[in-house]
């Protein structure tokens, strides 16, 4: 079996659906706020909602019927149906803060890999669950918003506007002298890398770096969504090959994304000790 045997599209936009639906089960800040108690696999400390998220998506992926291996913020890597080659990487809510507090941005974020790495990545959704705008890309197909196909990134873009996440305080603090050396204008923070990397793909920010390391679940998605759209994308200190970058959740790295390769190349000296 190959990723190009199931209509991903479809099955993901029943994912997110199904991700909505559980979020409106908890419709106040005080309600999204209750932790479960315990820590999901990636490490955070796993609230109500991200478990909610989490069994909407892995019902969908169940009722699929092949052997699969899902990796998950919340449950880690998971056989379904016997498991299998294709790798499917999920992060249920990817700004789940900003999901906590009602603030629109935050994402359900899926892709789906022929094996264990970003290379083989080929598909990547992301649904944002407050805008409700819809991105995805299929590898060599390009990427998409909305079902529109988003245009080649501009090959002359300057670093006007520049994203961040992973920005706890003493993260920018240590950062400050290598941010202002990129010679980019502004500074924005959304706090969710899955969007982030969408909006970079849009032309939105010309460039994103997280100050500290992400994991596989963070960018699986939205790194396909960037080089569909003719960006770069780098994982500095997991691989020499950004493509290498495992998906596992032992994955950890920085990550850096931009509309050009020189771009890119001018934010490699930018992280947190």
């Not at 908890?26 to 990636?42: F, H, L």
Request: aromatic fraction near 4%.
């Amino acid at each position: 079996m190959t990723p190009a045997d199931q209509d991903w599209l479809a099955i993901c936009r029943r994912a997110a659906a199904g991700v909505e639906a559980a979020l409106e089960r908890y419709p106040k800040i005080a309600d999204r706020s209750v932790a479960t108690g315990g820590r999901g696999e990636g490490g955070d400390r796993t609230l109500v909602i991200d478990t909610a998220a989490e069994d909407a998506i892995f019902s969908e992926l169940e009722a699929v019927g092949v052997g699969l291996t899902a990796v998950s913020e919340e449950r880690g890597q998971v056989p379904i149906a016997g498991g299998g080659p294709i790798h499917v990487v999920i992060d249920p809510i990817d700004g789940s803060r900003n999901a906590k507090r009602r603030m629109p941005l935050h994402a359900v974020s899926i892709a789906v890999a022929e094996d264990n790495t970003m290379g083989g990545v080929a598909f990547g959704y992301v649904k944002d669950l407050g805008f409700g705008e819809e991105w995805w890309a299929q590898r060599g197909e390009g990427a998409y918003l909305d079902g529109e196909r988003l245009p080649e990134l501009p090959a002359d873009a300057e670093l006007e506007l520049l994203a961040l996440e992973m920005i706890r305080p003493q993260h920018v603090l240590s950062t400050a002298e290598a941010l202002e050396a990129t010679g980019a204008a502004r500074l924005r923070a959304i706090g969710s890398v899955a969007l982030s990397l969408c909006f970079v793909a849009a032309g939105r920010f010309d460039g994103l770096v997280t100050l500290a390391d992400c994991r596989s679940v963070d960018a699986a998605a939205g790194q396909l969504i960037v080089r569909e759209a003719g960006g770069a994308v780098a994982f500095p200190g997991a691989a020499d090959d950004p493509l290498d970058t495992g998906l596992g959740l032992d994955m950890r790295s920085r990550l850096i994304a931009a509309a050009t390769p020189a771009l890119a190349d001018r934010l490699t000296g930018v992280g947190a000790d």
